[in-house]
């Protein structure tokens, strides 16, 4: 059993490649788009986040490009995974940035989309639970939402710009209380989403927090550059949901291509062609 990736025209659903990334079937696994080297060609990286926990990247018709191993940078490197991709050090090529649960709390990695060598290492300790990671460009910072040691949620943001010291810059509690009741729902809450966009144009990064409880409550909210929330939506999905997949940006156009594969649930966009307006929009799927 093997675990196989389909590159899907968005307009047509008609298949673009269909090509095998791990020759074992994994339990799970993550994929992200971006445009890794600036050629203005995207590349597709996809992380198993169980068995080996190998993550590789490849072009849109499957050639292989990188190849790297989590396993071996520690025997703790072991917990819930999360990818994401970003330019951290503004060389115009971007960092491949991983982050797993460990005893110690959040282990992040930066690893190099040319090489595939890791090129930052750091612990957040405090932190629990899946974490869910994120790339601010504007500031060249790792933003990470999580459980802290304490039962709430947390976001913080981490310059890890190898022109500076790698520190974590800010930290901010969210809420995650009832917005009927103003209970806590630290105990029912089942998935946290991360995404960052620029959503009202002003040129500033905006970090967007979904949030799902087991209640059926739902919360999606954003943070300026400052990480104080700006706005705050409450709503309600089916009782029962398991999580929210969230994209920002993420409205489908023509130029638009669908990345997924059958053994997960997640969504990647290679989109060249959106217009700051598209970018803005937030797509939410929720999974029952």
């Not at 490649?17 to 788009?33: G, K, L, P, W």
């Amino acid at each position: 059993s093997t675990t196989n990736l389909e590159v899907i025209n968005a307009e047509t659903m008609g298949l673009i490649s269909q090509f095998e990334v791990f020759s074992r079937a994994a339990a799970d696994s993550i994929v992200e788009v971006a445009d890794l080297d600036s050629d203005g060609f995207m590349e597709i990286v996809v992380l198993q986040t169980g068995g080996e926990r190998r993550m590789r990247s490849f072009n849109a018709w499957g050639g292989l490009l990188t190849d790297t191993v989590m396993r071996p940078f520690g025997s703790r490197f072991s917990g819930p995974m999360d990818l994401t991709i970003g330019d951290l050090d503004d060389d115009g090529k971007a960092e491949m940035v991983v982050a797993a649960s460990t005893p110690r709390g959040y282990e992040l990695r930066a690893v190099d989309s040319s090489t595939g060598a890791v090129e930052m290492s750091m612990t957040m300790r405090g932190m629990t639970g899946t974490p869910q990671v994120a790339v601010n460009e504007d500031s060249d910072e790792i933003v990470v939402v999580g459980r802290t040691a304490g039962g709430g949620v947390a976001m913080a943001m981490m310059d890890v710009d190898s022109r500076t010291p790698q520190q974590i810059t800010r930290r901010t509690l969210i809420s995650d209380r009832d917005a009927r009741t103003l209970q806590r729902q630290n105990g029912t809450l089942t998935s946290m989403t991360l995404s960052t966009a620029d959503l009202n144009g002003d040129g500033v990064t905006e970090a967007v927090v979904a949030m799902t409880f087991r209640n059926g409550a739902a919360r999606v909210m954003s943070s300026g550059s400052a990480g104080t929330p700006e706005t705050m939506m409450n709503s309600r999905v089916a009782s029962g949901t398991r999580s929210l997949i969230l994209a920002a940006p993420g409205l489908l156009s023509e130029n638009t291509s669908m990345v997924g594969w059958w053994t997960s649930t997640s969504l990647g966009m290679l989109d060249s062609a959106a217009t700051p307006l598209q970018r803005r929009r937030i797509i939410g799927v929720a999974l029952g």
